[in-house]
């Protein structure tokens, strides 16, 4: 399945109990994996920040707080960090609307409704997959380095 | 994280990561604090904090929400670069006003 010419492949995956406490140790651990890419700062906070996003999602929405496993697959091709952050909890039944800035389905709770707008202004890709019932999982992809050494990565 | 009122103004220092863990119980000091006195200029310190999520966000803007109708104004300081980034990405900033030292 995968053809990588240039670069290596290196994949991780990760589970934890869905506790807000985790929230911090899964975007630290992610970035932490993320190094072996050599990414600028910027691009570590970028991925921290979907990370976080994503786990608090699947925390407060995917499971409303009851403590559940939270799985995180983070996958390196070359140079693109490939991020999967699964849980199986309730599911989002209109995945466009979810992901509309501002929407919440939980304004008690003063939430920003923002979650998927950093996710998608810091990744490249981001794509959701949902069913009620079933749970959430949510792939992310990011190119890093990309404004650096581009003469070495591009075929002329 | 500290709290100090000082007549109507209150200052959350905020700790290095402001997210959803750290957020809940912020928002409930700053409730508290907001309810009990005269509270009506909020400054968010961002000299400790190195991360900020949209759960951050919604910190600001429920203290917004709740001060604005009484003339109220929150603040940001001291926040980095990203912080920035991230306030002006949200919208957050405006109905914010940041603080610049020179």
Request: hydrophobic content about 40%; overall charge negative.
């Amino acid at each position: 399945m995968r053809e990588i010419i240039n670069g290596m492949t290196n994949e991780m995956k990760l589970e934890f109990d869905s506790r807000s406490a985790n929230e911090a140790f899964a975007r630290v651990t992610v970035a932490s994996f993320m190094t072996q890419l050599n990414p600028t700062l910027e691009e570590v906070s970028d991925v921290k920040t979907a990370v976080s996003e994503a786990v608090t999602n699947a925390i407060i929405h995917g499971y409303e707080n009851h403590v559940n496993k939270i799985q995180i697959f983070a996958g390196i091709e070359g140079k693109t960090l490939r991020l999967e952050i699964t849980d199986r909890g309730v599911g989002i039944p209109d995945v466009k609307q979810a992901m509309e800035p501002l929407f919440t389905t939980k304004p008690e709770l003063e939430r920003s409704g923002m979650g998927f707008s950093f996710m998608e202004a810091f990744m490249d890709e981001v794509i959701v997959e949902s069913e009620p019932g079933k749970g959430t999982t949510v792939r992310m992809k990011k190119v890093i380095g990309k404004g650096r050494e581009l003469w070495t990565t591009q075929s002329l | 994280m500290k709290y100090e009122v000082q007549e109507n103004c209150l200052t959350i220092y905020l700790p290095g990561d402001l997210d959803h863990h750290n957020s809940e119980e912020i928002k409930r000091e700053a409730d508290r604090l907001i309810e009990r006195g005269h509270v009506r200029y909020v400054i968010f310190d961002f000299s400790e904090t190195e991360f900020c999520d949209s759960s951050g966000i919604g910190v600001i803007m429920g203290r917004y929400k709740k001060i604005c109708m009484f003339g109220g104004e929150v603040w940001a300081a001291h926040a980095n670069e990203r912080i920035k980034k991230i306030l002006k990405m949200s919208g957050a900033t405006k109905i914010m006003q940041i603080y610049e030292e020179d």
